[in-house]
């Protein structure tokens, strides 16, 4: 069974900084493009950032560009996610996401993606 599981989230003053990780098990993603979106109350679920399968090249949001950074660890089958000068407006639930097919290049839509983590509470106060 494949599993997403993320960690890392909690409660920060605005201007800080929290680092979310998702360990997968079940199967490799090592060739596979991995991603993070998330998910405010009474919105959509929106694409935060996305990484291809060897880290070469990631895409970001506008609204989190310059501050958030993806990176993964195919020895670990783990992705990242570094947020600084964290606004209350990043404050959501955020998903790890992985599909499930082979590719070079990353995506920045939710349907592209087959697996989901259960998400991680992340909450910036101003």
């Known amino acids: 069974q494949v599993q997403l599981v993320e960690s890392g989230g909690g409660l920060v003053q605005a201007g800080g900084s929290l680092r979310l990780s998702c360990a997968a098990s079940?199967?490799?993603?090592?060739?596979?493009?991995m991603g993070w979106f998330r998910q405010a109350p009474g919105k959509e679920r929106e694409f935060v950032a996305a990484i291809s399968w060897n880290g070469g090249s990631a895409g970001y949001a506008d609204s989190v560009k310059g501050r958030f950074t993806i990176s993964r660890d195919n020895a670990k089958n783990t992705v990242y996610l570094q947020m600084n000068s964290l606004k209350p407006e990043d404050t959501a639930v955020y998903y790890c996401t992985a599909t499930g097919r082979i590719g070079r290049y990353y995506y920045t839509v939710k349907e592209a993606y087959d697996y989901w983590g259960q998400g991680t509470q992340v909450t910036v106060s101003s």
């Open positions: 079940g199967r490799t993603f090592n060739d596979s493009p």
